[in-house]
C-alpha cells in the first residue's frame, strides 16, 4: 500500500509541478483519488501567465499582435503566436479580452486585409529561439516578478528583427491563469483554429496571403451566357464552394454557402467578383473572390459560357440613368 501511495504523489508532482508536501497533503483530502487531486491543483496553481501584446512601427509601417503564454513553474513556453500586418485597424484591438479569446482573435485577422505572411513568419522564428536561447532566463525572471516594464522593452527590442525603427510602440498586458482553466480551454482554442488555419505558403505572391478554395461556377449556354475568357475583372458570377477540406466547408458556412434543407446540408450559390482571368492554352484559370484573403478557383474550357449578374457595363448605364434622373430633378 505505501508503495502505491507513493506511486500516485509521484503522478500527481509530475501532472501538476507541485512539490512532494503539497501532492501528499491533496491525495489525503481526496482518499487518494489521483484524478481529483489533479483537477483540485490545478484549480489552486496559477502558475501560467499569459502576455498579450500590441505594437506598431514606423519604418516600415507595421502593427501587429502577439500572445505567449508560459509555466513560470516548467519554466517553459506553451504557445506562442503574432501576427504581422499593415492594416492600422489590428492596433486599436483592446488587451482586455481573455487570452482564449485574444488567440483566437489574432489568428482570425491572419486570414485579413494587409496580413503580411513572410513577416510574420520570420518574427515568430525570432521570437521562438529568443525563449529558447540564452536569454530564456531573463524572460522567466521578468514573467515571474510580473515587471511588465522590462517584458515591453524585452518584446522591443526583439521585434527590430523586423524593423529598425527605434521608438517602436508597445503595449502589454499580463494575465495569469490556473493550470485547470488553461488546459480546459486551450482544446477548444486549438479546435477553431485549426479551421482557420492557412496552408504552407505557395510560390506565387498573390497566393501566399490567400486561401484557394476549389469552386464550381454556375454555367449559362444561352444568349445572356458569356464566355469565360471574355470575362472581365469586377463581374459578378454565381459560384459554389465545393471543396471538401474542413476549412472551406466552415468558410462555405460562413459566408451562407451551406444551408439545412430538409434536413439535409445543400450547397448553394454565392454571388462573387471575377478575380482574374487566366489563358493556359484552349483552358482558362478562372478566380473569383470571397474574401480579403480567399480566392476561388476554377479551370474551364475557355469558350464554356458563364452566367453574368453584373459587369461593369452595367454599372455605366446604370451610372447613366442615375445622372439623368437627377438632372431631370433639378
Excluded at 482518499?31 to 489552486?44: H, M, Q, R, W, Y
Excluded at 507595421?62 to 504557445?79: P, Q, S, W, Y
Excluded at 514573467?143 to 521585434?159: H, P, T
Excluded at 459560384?239 to 460562413?254: E, V
Aim: with cysteine.
Amino acid at each position: 500500500m505505501p508503495d502505491k501511495i507513493k506511486d500516485k504523489k509521484q503522478l500527481i508532482m509530475e501532472e501538476t509541478g507541485c512539490d512532494a508536501e503539497q501532492a501528499e497533503l491533496v491525495l489525503q483530502s481526496t482518499g487518494n483519488d489521483v484524478e481529483k487531486a489533479i483537477k483540485i491543483i490545478n484549480s489552486l496553481l496559477k502558475q501560467i501567465i499569459v502576455v498579450k501584446s500590441k505594437f506598431k512601427t514606423d519604418v516600415p509601417s507595421f502593427f501587429g499582435l502577439l500572445v505567449l503564454i508560459a509555466d513560470i513553474k516548467l519554466n517553459k513556453v506553451l504557445r506562442l503566436a503574432n501576427i504581422v500586418t499593415r492594416n492600422p485597424g489590428i492596433y486599436q484591438n483592446g488587451l482586455n479580452k481573455p487570452w482564449h479569446e485574444f488567440e483566437r482573435k489574432l489568428y482570425a485577422l491572419k486570414l485579413g486585409d494587409g496580413s503580411q505572411p513572410e513577416i510574420t513568419q520570420k518574427l515568430q522564428e525570432h521570437l521562438k529561439n529568443w525563449t529558447r536561447g540564452e536569454k530564456k532566463n531573463d524572460l522567466f525572471s521578468a514573467l515571474v516578478q510580473n515587471n511588465k516594464e522590462i517584458l515591453e522593452k524585452m518584446l522591443a527590442r526583439e521585434i527590430k528583427v523586423i524593423s529598425p525603427d527605434e521608438n517602436i510602440t508597445l503595449n502589454l498586458q499580463l494575465e495569469e491563469v490556473n493550470l485547470f482553466q488553461f488546459k480546459e480551454l486551450k482544446e477548444q482554442v486549438d479546435e477553431d483554429i485549426a479551421r482557420l488555419r492557412l496552408p504552407e505558403p505557395m510560390d506565387q505572391q498573390e497566393e501566399i496571403a490567400s486561401l484557394i478554395l476549389k469552386v464550381e461556377t454556375i454555367k449559362n449556354t444561352g444568349r445572356e451566357g458569356k464566355a469565360v475568357r471574355d470575362l472581365q475583372p469586377g463581374e459578378m458570377i454565381w459560384t459554389k464552394i465545393t471543396d471538401p477540406r474542413d476549412i472551406a466547408q466552415y468558410l462555405s458556412k460562413l459566408l451562407g454557402g451551406r444551408i439545412k434543407r430538409d434536413g439535409r446540408e445543400e450547397i448553394i450559390p454565392l454571388t462573387v467578383p471575377v478575380e482574374d482571368i487566366i489563358l493556359e492554352q484552349e483552358k482558362v484559370r478562372l478566380k473569383v473572390r470571397f474574401g480579403p484573403a480567399v480566392i476561388g478557383e476554377e479551370e474551364l474550357a475557355d469558350d464554356e459560357r458563364i452566367a453574368v449578374i453584373f459587369s461593369e457595363s452595367h454599372i455605366g448605364r446604370l451610372w447613366k440613368s442615375l445622372t439623368k434622373l437627377f438632372s431631370l430633378q433639378k
